[in-house]
């Protein structure tokens, strides 16, 4: 058997892989050259089938089996956030506003990673998806792959993908069994009154104490929900206009809603909404509420979880699992209504800057264990499908 974690001619190729794509961050739905230098990659080590424009610019390689068997695909992330570079990182983009601070260039190089192992010892049994989605941070991209055309031709039996995670120890596999990663919603609310003139302010009809009243009042609904895992996150509030002659006529509140379940999500949202009407009638203000980018919870299969156990114990993979679902969220969710799912963690440090801060940085240190990772999670999940699976598998 191969030892992946000691090939240091793949590491060098991903670690460059991932320095390219670290000096070009694209936005969600904007990412041509991302697309690009995978699909150029991939080019080195050719699947059998190559989709690209999927969802936008999601790209999928099939590596065949001979035999049938189960379809399994390993999912990462294209989308950089619009964020500063911070000075120190030495993939520095001048001028740019840009920046992979979630670490999807590291989850590309790991999922590129392979290729290179399919293409030299294809499964005699079932097939392999890399998958390339785009817009994650925006929760567009996963809905957009399944509702593209060409989904049903690599259509997965299950689907497996991870992130990595600042505060963990480095190297080590994270896990829960059941939710792994919160729902959440974004809620925005326009409120709608009259201005007036500074000096008559009777004669408006002013958001002002209705902002007041939601700034204070949204964010105790975290508190009392009989739901720990239920928060609302004021992310913004905007009131009036920048002038000292004009009373404020109109006013915008942002919140995000975030809940372990759909159901705990749906009944944060009611309540949200009850208070902002409530706050909105009290002023005779017209109000307006528009939910935005909304993602599932994350919720991971246990057959799928109990082989990632066993991985991790047959090659001394270091694991750990986790008592309480993160409150971030992941599109990966909308996997889940069609095949079962895995999402674990990579631990990159305890040290190490959390997700989307200024001096965040990816840990290329890690990469080969996750490599080693996911292609024996292949292998035991293909084991068992076609004459000579295992042979295959394992390139013995």
């Known amino acids: 058997m191969q030892n992946i974690r000691q090939d240091h001619i793949l590491e060098g190729i991903l670690i460059t892989l991932r320095g390219s794509l670290a000096a070009c961050p694209e936005v969600a739905g904007s990412e041509v050259m991302t697309s ?12 059998d089938k190559l989709l690209t424009h999927l969802g936008g610019y ?3 390689a099939v590596y065949h089996g001979q035999h049938p068997g189960p379809t399994v695909m390993i999912r990462c992330e294209l989308d950089g956030l619009p964020v500063e570079e911070a000075d120190k990182s030495q993939w520095l983009v001048p001028g740019a506003n840009i920046a992979h601070r979630c670490g999807h260039d590291g989850h590309m190089a790991i999922v590129a990673g392979l290729a290179p192992l399919l293409h030299r010892t294809p499964p005699i049994c079932g097939r392999v998806v890399l998958l390339f989605q785009p817009a994650e941070e925006t929760g567009a991209g996963a809905r957009a792959i399944i509702d593209d055309p060409n989904f049903e031709q690599f259509r997965p039996d299950c689907a497996i993908t991870l992130h990595n995670l600042p505060g963990f120890p480095k190297g080590h596999i994270v896990y829960r069994r059941g939710t792994f990663a919160s729902a959440s919603v974004g809620m925005r609310v326009r409120l709608l009154g009259q201005a007036s003139h500074a000096a008559e302010p009777e004669q408006a009809r ?11 009042e949204l964010p105790q609904l975290s508190r009392i929900t009989d739901n720990p895992y239920c928060m609302l996150t004021l992310t913004h509030a905007q009131l009036g206009l920048m002038s000292f002659g004009l009373t404020p006529g109109e006013a915008t509140v942002c919140a995000t809603l975030r809940a372990a379940s759909a159901g705990g999500l749906q009944n944060l949202r009611r309540e949200a909404e009850q208070c ?7 002023e005779r203000l017209f ?3 528009e939910w935005v980018q909304d993602f599932p919870a994350t919720v991971n299969d246990d057959a799928l979880v109990d082989t990632l156990e066993r991985v991790c114990l047959d090659t001394g993979i270091e694991a750990m699992e986790i ?10 969710g909308h996997f889940g209504n069609i095949c079962p799912i895995l999402h674990f ?3 990159i440090g305890e040290h190490a800057p959390g997700l989307h801060q200024p001096d965040y940085e990816f840990c290329d240190d890690t990469i080969l264990i996750a490599v080693s990772g996911f292609y024996e999670m292949i292998k035991s999940l293909l084991i068992g499908y076609g004459s000579q699976g295992e042979k295959a598998l394992t390139g013995s």
């Open 345 to 347: 963690g990579l631990g």
């Open 206 to 216: 002013s958001p002002a104490n209705a902002v007041g009243r939601l700034l204070a």
């Open 323 to 332: 008592l309480k679902p993160f409150r971030w969220s992941e599109d990966f």
């Open 58 to 60: 999601g790209i999928a």
């Open 36 to 47: 690009t230098l995978i699909t150029n990659f991939l080019h080195s080590y050719p699947p």
């Open 287 to 289: 109000v307006e509420v």
């Open 276 to 282: 902002v009407h409530l706050c909105a009638e009290a």
